[in-house]
T-cell receptor, first 110, second 112 residues
Framework: EDQVTQSPEALRLQEGESSSLNCSYT??????LFWYRQDPGKGPEFLFT???AGEEKEKERLKATLTKKESFLHITAPKPEDSATYLC???????????FGEGTQLTVNP | NAGVTQTPKFQVLKTGQSMTLQCAQD?????MYWYRQDPGMGLRLIYY???????DKGEVPNGYNVSRLNKREFSLRLESAAPSQTSVYFC???????????FGQGTRLTVV
C-alpha cells in the first residue's frame, strides 16, 4: 500500500528564513510525486510534478527535489504570502489515484 | 478559464437526507475524481472516472454514488447522509497521459 508521510506537521518561519519541508514515500513503482499548495478554504493548487530521482523543479522561491525515498520542498527567503499548507502526493505506475500526505502547515511571519 | 467548478460551496444536511454535489471541468480532461478531506486523515479518494461512461471505487466509497454525466461533469450523490460524512469534498480532473490533477474549490458539507 502506498504511504506518504510529511514532516514537520507545522513550521513557523520568520520572513527571509529559508527552510525545507520533507515528504517520505513508499510506493511500488513511482509514476509521479506531486507538490500542492492549499490555502484555507480553498482547493489544492498544483505546484510541481517530479518523475524520477535526481529531478528538481523550481518556481519563484520554491524548489522541489526528489530521491528514491523522499522529496524536499525548499523555501528560500520566504515571504508572508508563502504561508499555506503544502501537500505531497504520489501516484504509482499501475494506479489511477493520488495518495496524499497530511501536509505541512507553513506560517511565515513578517 | 474556470478550471474545475463545484456547487454548492456550503451545505448543511440533516441525517438521512440526500443530496448531489456537482462538478464540472472545462479543460477537456478525461479523468475526474472525488476526494474528501478530513483533519488528521488527509485527502482520500472516494470515486474516480477514467473516461466518460466509466466509474471506479476509490479508498472510501461506502455511502456514496457517482455519475459521469458527460466528459465535463461528474456528480457525487449521498443517498442517506450520516454525520460521518461531514467533510470537505473536492472534485479534481486530470488529462490522459499526465498524472497531475487539478482541484476545484471544494464543498463544505455538515451533516447534523
Amino acid at each position: 500500500e502506498d504511504q506518504v508521510t510529511q514532516s514537520p506537521e507545522a513550521l513557523r518561519l520568520q520572513e527571509g528564513e529559508s527552510s525545507s519541508l520533507n515528504c517520505s514515500y513508499t510506493v511500488s513503482g513511482l509514476r509521479g510525486l506531486f507538490w500542492y499548495r492549499q490555502d484555507p478554504g480553498k482547493g489544492p493548487e498544483f505546484l510541481f510534478t517530479l518523475y524520477s530521482a535526481g529531478e528538481e523543479k523550481e518556481k519563484e522561491r520554491l524548489k522541489a527535489t526528489l530521491t528514491k525515498k523522499e522529496s524536499f520542498l525548499h523555501i528560500t527567503a520566504p515571504k508572508p504570502e508563502d504561508s499555506a499548507t503544502y501537500l505531497c502526493a504520489v501516484r504509482e505506475t499501475s494506479g489511477s489515484r493520488l495518495t496524499f500526505g497530511e501536509g505541512t502547515q507553513l506560517t511565515v511571519n513578517p | 478559464n474556470a478550471g474545475v467548478t463545484q456547487t454548492p460551496k456550503f451545505q448543511v444536511l440533516k441525517t438521512g437526507q440526500s443530496m448531489t454535489l456537482q462538478c464540472a471541468q472545462d479543460m477537456n480532461h478525461n479523468s475526474m475524481y472525488w476526494y474528501r478531506q478530513d483533519p488528521g486523515m488527509g485527502l482520500r479518494l472516494i470515486y474516480y472516472s477514467a473516461s466518460e461512461g466509466t466509474t471506479d471505487k476509490g479508498e472510501v466509497p461506502n455511502g456514496y454514488n457517482v455519475s459521469r454525466l458527460n466528459k465535463r461533469e461528474f456528480s457525487l450523490r449521498l443517498e442517506s447522509a450520516a454525520p460521518s460524512q461531514t467533510s470537505v469534498y473536492f472534485c479534481a480532473s486530470s488529462e490522459n497521459g499526465r498524472p497531475e490533477a487539478f482541484f476545484g474549490q471544494g464543498t463544505r458539507l455538515t451533516v447534523v
